[in-house]
């Protein structure tokens, strides 16, 4: 699986949108981008994941670039709920695969 | 979205004793899980992944006979940590896909952890 290089940390403002990169320059074409994010003593959470095209939810939106080498998750709004470590994860399409987190992006939103 | 449940949620044991963690998975069958390890203020490190009515598979570096693991059906997988030390304490994490999702798209759906603390 591709390796994946984030920010180890940002702030945000509380109701203003988020934006958490992502490099994985060394992605291969048949490996998707899975956006996880564990907040405090807490299991991680699935938020969002794509191949190539943007996608978006109820949580967040996933944009990645077209040669697919990095990619921005979105959170619209954010809360103080918000506040976790987002990791950006780069997985093959095999069955059964296994997720290997990086260090992951902790966020800190701010009153 | 799909359940995933661990008991306990915290323990406590003493230097050289064994414990046991469960991992559930509530409203799906999961033919496979995953365990793994976070220290604190560290990301989450695979232990291993379980396999229903097969042996598991460690990842390097991941003693098997220290850390067993059963998988003896479709909702229920557990670790035990044989003859705990401290440097054992640890958050530890399950995973679980469902066994009715296929293709890249499926989704891992985590449990919220166990605090073990040895002493």
């Known amino acids: 699986d591709a390796k994946t290089t984030q920010p180890p940390s940002m702030d945000c403002a509380e109701g203003r949108a988020a934006n958490l990169p992502c490099n994985h320059s060394?992605?291969?074409?048949?490996?998707?981008v899975y956006w996880y994010r564990q907040i405090h003593s807490q299991g991680p959470q699935y938020i969002i994941h794509?191949?190539?095209n943007n996608e978006t939810n109820e949580m967040a939106s996933l944009i990645i670039t077209e040669d697919r080498k990095s990619s921005t998750l979105i959170l619209p709004h954010a809360t103080l709920r918000d506040t976790a470590v987002y990791y950006c994860?780069?997985?093959?399409?095999?069955?059964?695969?296994?997720?290997?987190f990086g260090s992951g992006t902790k966020l800190n939103v701010k009153p | 979205g799909a359940v995933v449940s661990q008991h306990p949620s915290w323990v406590i044991c003493k230097s050289g004793t064994s414990v046991k963690i469960e991992c559930r998975s509530l409203?799906?069958?999961?033919?496979?899980m995953f365990w793994y390890r976070q220290f604190p203020k560290q990301s989450l490190m695979l232990m291993a992944t379980?396999?229903?009515?097969?042996?598991?598979?460690?990842e390097q570096g991941v003693e098997k006979d220290k850390f067993l693991i059963n998988h003896a059906s479709l909702t229920l997988s557990t670790l035990t940590v044989t003859s705990a030390h401290p440097e054992d304490s640890s958050f530890y994490i399950c995973?679980?896909?469902?066994?009715?999702?296929?293709?890249?798209?499926?989704?891992?759906?985590f449990g919220p952890g166990t605090r073990l603390t040895v002493t």
């Open positions: 379980s396999n229903e009515g097969s042996k598991a598979t460690y």
């Open positions: 060394t992605i291969s074409g048949n490996e998707y």
């Open positions: 994860i780069v997985r093959a399409f095999v069955n059964f695969n296994k997720f290997y």
């Open positions: 995973s679980a896909r469902d066994l009715l999702s296929s293709g890249p798209t499926y989704e891992q759906y």
């Open positions: 794509g191949l190539k």
């Open positions: 409203d799906f069958q999961a033919t496979t």
